[in-house]
């Protein structure tokens, strides 16, 4: 293989890592390997936001387990697509639309019940995995303490019709 195919073959290799990179146009069928995590983010600029992850495997291009990080619009999703359902057992298709900060959609779907071999390869895969989400600082989402709510913005102070006696009395 010489220099002009290594773009190609760098790219059709990026998802065989430990991270599921979702470009523009990618679409992957995937089951949860378990429960997900949560940290608390600090961008370059300062903000801060709640991002998620899960370790999953794909079924329809499998390369092991690996990590696929979220946020909560994804999040809100997933939920939808797999509660009341075994998640390691139910297939999510999860696609990828865009490449820019605006111009990016996520669709998720749930598409049905895997077939024995595939949770069978998804846990050996899991059983292979060298890597913890909490190596990152990723905690699992149940022992995530709840979001502070908003702070309350401090009352305007009312003039006082409380009037001081006039004595010495000092304080």
Known sequence: M??????RAANSASNGG???KLTDGSRFELLMLG?????????????TSIR?????????????AQQFEFGPGVAR???????????TATKVMVSRKGSGKTDTRYTVARI???????VRAASVADADRTWELAEEGWWPL?????????????????????????DDVPF
């Open 35 to 47: 429960p997900p995590h949560q940290k608390e983010v600090t961008w370059q600029d300062g903000r």
């Open 2 to 7: 010489g220099w002009s195919s290594l773009g």
């Open 77 to 87: 999703d997933l939920a939808a697509e797999l509660t009341g359902h075994d998640e």
């Open 52 to 64: 998620f992850a899960a370790v999953v495997y794909c079924t329809d291009s499998p390369s092991g």
């Open 18 to 20: 430990r991270y599921l």
């Open 142 to 166: 149940e022992d995530a303490a709840p979001a502070p709510a908003p702070a309350a913005k401090p009352a305007k102070a009312r003039p006082s019709t409380f009037e001081a006696p006039d």
């Open 112 to 118: 049905g019940k895997a077939t024995q071999e595939e």
